[in-house]
């Protein structure tokens, strides 16, 4: 992530980029494990439900999407200073509408296949589901998919694209310049948590925390945050004096969760408490990457340009070889471990020999003119 440009920042934060390959590498298990838990969505579930996989989602997915967003934020701010409105827009939609469509358009469908196959007692032939599948598409998790990250990243780029704007010009440098010495107290950046709950839905009558959709308003403030705390160079500074206030902040709260299920419970102080504690998970993993992820290396560069088709092609692998193996009369621990290193593995696989050497397929999954170097 390039910040020239920005006054006092290095040539690339490689601790942003870091941390964005390292958050798309988890979502492979996070989704695998979605396999073997009751609640959440996965296009192929095994009708089981380990708490321990559970617990290990719910603290995935905690932090891992906001982080994602926050990064992305970060790179709209590097990307304006470098070039204008329609430049920007431009580039966004290059980046993120054609893998979008693919995966709308092929992974998508047939990962729907697949639970089409596992919940119907006569089910259609793929031809015939397809065409039932396009004929009437649904605005829901089995259409999107994973695919919503990528939509709503869109969205909330291009409508928020004012705002961000107006707070980038030269006139607000003031306004930036005080709000970074507000945030420069120790632990002053879990605040955010305030706007990030403030925007959150409560948790549904189920008593299951909201995903997907539901979250993009936190999601919107969490890119918001990024854009702004990547603006100035002092906020280098507020993020290592808040690491330590949200590690304890973050352990406390999850360890308390144990006891009292706060993301559960449909009153404002838990509610504000659970997402305080998703936030300073945030602060924390953004301080932590701050601290010890700086350099650059070529495993780095490698990652850094296969991770969106690591994103888009990992969960129809994963659906793929969950749909083989939650029959087999295997230990859970077996079935996840299998499902997670063959989508892992078979997503590197396609990437190296069918996208990263051709520009077409380059383009269509959304990564820049030219490879990088291999490992």
């Excluded at 196959?117 to 605005?139: D, T």
Aim: charged share 15%; net charge positive.
């Amino acid at each position: 992530m390039r910040a020239a440009g920005v006054p006092g920042a290095s040539v690339r934060r490689y601790d942003l980029d870091w941390l964005r390959v390292l958050v798309v590498l988890m979502m492979v298990p996070f989704h695998a494990a979605l396999v073997f838990t009751g609640p959440g969505f996965m296009f192929v579930k095994s009708g089981g439900h380990s708490p321990i996989l559970w617990a290990f989602v719910g603290f995935t997915y905690s932090w891992s999407m906001p982080l994602l967003f926050f990064i992305s934020g970060a790179g709209a701010w590097f990307s304006l200073r470098n070039r204008g409105a329609r430049s920007f827009v431009a580039e966004r939609t290059q980046r993120l509408l054609p893998p979008t469509l693919v995966g709308l358009l092929v992974l998508v469908p047939l990962c729907a296949y697949l639970t089409h196959l596992q919940a119907a007692s006569s089910p259609l032939s793929l031809v015939g589901y397809l065409a039932e599948h396009f004929a009437h598409p649904r605005i829901c998790d089995v259409y999107w998919g994973h695919l919503w990250f990528l939509v709503a990243l869109m969205v909330v780029a291009v409508l928020g694209l004012p705002a961000l704007l107006l707070v980038q010009r030269d006139a607000m440098e003031r306004v930036r310049a005080r709000t970074a010495a507000l945030l420069a107290a120790p632990g002053a950046l879990l605040l955010a948590a305030v706007p990030f709950a403030a925007v959150a839905p409560l948790p549904s009558e189920t008593g299951l925390p909201s995903f997907g959709w539901a979250m993009i308003g936190p999601q919107a403030v969490a890119y918001v945050t990024g854009f702004l705390v990547v603006g100035h160079p002092k906020m280098r500074d507020a993020i290592e004096r808040s690491l330590l206030p949200a590690i304890v902040v973050a352990i406390a709260l999850s360890v308390l969760s144990l006891w009292v299920p706060i993301y559960a419970r449909r009153d404002i102080f838990a509610h504000l408490a659970f997402y305080l504690g998703r936030w300073a998970w945030v602060v924390t993993a953004l301080g932590l990457g701050q601290r010890y992820l700086r350099r650059d290396h070529r495993i780095l560069r490698y990652f850094r340009d296969a991770g969106l088709a690591i994103y888009l092609l990992h969960v129809p692998l994963a659906s793929g070889v969950a749909f083989l193996v939650v029959s087999l009369p295997w230990a859970v621990a077996a079935q996840m471990a299998l499902v997670t290193i063959t989508a892992l593995g078979g997503s590197l696989l396609l990437y190296e020999v069918g996208i990263r050497r051709h520009p077409i397929m380059r383009r269509l999954f959304g990564l820049r003119g030219r490879s990088f170097e291999a490992l």
